[in-house]
């Protein structure tokens, strides 16, 4: 029988490769936060806040002959950071004279940093990272048991 | 005569099936967070199903994994408690197959040893 999806410990890295994939987001969420108070002025731009794009990961081998197209021949193989991109909102402008940063206007930019943003994508990505544990964890419960039931 | 092809050929195509649709489901939950991914699903007993009451062989039905486009075009269709859902189901049936071509071989074991 000729399955797309075989191997045993497949299953394994493509539940890998979405907690890797959340670990990933969550760095660049701390990084956004670490940075969220760099102040900047027209010339200097203040921190840019960074957003993670994933995409789908595909088996190679089969990818090239079905041509990309979606059925059977499409293999799972999880998913991947396909780029961090930068967030293009406007930076919000404070009026703050004796600022270092401060223009001959006392005009002083911020990051476009949402706090309560980040801590909200911080919640979503520990729920997304517990589910892909709780299947990786049935996953494995599942081939346990059948070791368990074949063993002679 | 003993065929152990025969004997437990579903056993073992019902297992392949589960195999590959709980890859199908921790792919899907990899996925969650990805813009405009449709979810895997493979299928088997409908078509099992569909064979049977078309009086066609049930012998070969192959299972088809394919993608479900429900859902808004362009967005993502993944739930996740219904994948979480879904592996559970996957795997309780996959320990009753296996148990299924465990006792098999048990039986036979103990035609031959005599426990």
């Known amino acids: ?20 994939a959340q670990l990933q987001r969550s760095e660049i969420v701390a990084s956004n936060l670490g940075n969220m108070h760099r102040t900047g002025n027209a010339k200097n731009e203040p921190y840019r806040r960074k957003v993670v794009v994933f995409e789908e990961l595909l088996d190679q081998a089969s990818k090239g002959a079905a041509g990309g197209g979606s059925g059977r021949d499409m293999v799972a ?26 223009d001959e206007n006392g005009q002083v930019m911020g990051s476009n940093v949402e706090l309560f943003r980040e801590l909200i994508d911080m919640q979503a990505i520990e729920r997304n990272f517990d589910a892909n544990l709780t299947a990786m964890r ?9 070791i368990t039931n074949l063993r002679g | 005569m003993i065929d152990f092809d025969r004997d437990i050929s579903f056993q073992r195509r019902m297992l392949d099936v589960l195999d590959a649709r709980s890859k199908a489901g921790l792919h899907n ?17 409908d078509l099992l199903k569909q064979a049977e009451a078309g009086g066609s062989g049930a012998d070969d039905v ?13 967005a993502n269709n993944v739930v996740v408690m219904e994948e979480l859902a879904m592996l559970g189901k996957t795997s309780l049936l996959h320990d009753m197959m296996t148990r299924r071509v465990g006792s098999y071989f048990a039986t036979l074991n103990k035609a031959v040893v005599g426990r």
């Open chain 2, 29 to 45: 939950l990899a996925n969650q967070d990805v813009a405009g991914f449709k979810r895997y699903v493979v299928r088997f007993e």
């Open chain 1, 77 to 102: 193989g999880g998913v991947a950071v396909a780029k961090v991109a930068e967030d293009q909102s406007p930076f919000p402008v404070y009026y703050q004279p004796g600022h270092p940063d401060a």
């Open chain 2, 62 to 74: 192959e299972p088809v994994t394919e993608r479900d486009q429900s859902g808004r075009p362009g």
């Open chain 1, 1 to 20: 029988m000729n399955d797309p999806m075989k191997g045993v410990f497949r299953g394994f890295d493509i539940a890998g490769a979405g907690l890797r």
């Open chain 1, 138 to 146: 049935t996953y494995r419960s599942m081939l346990q048991n059948s």
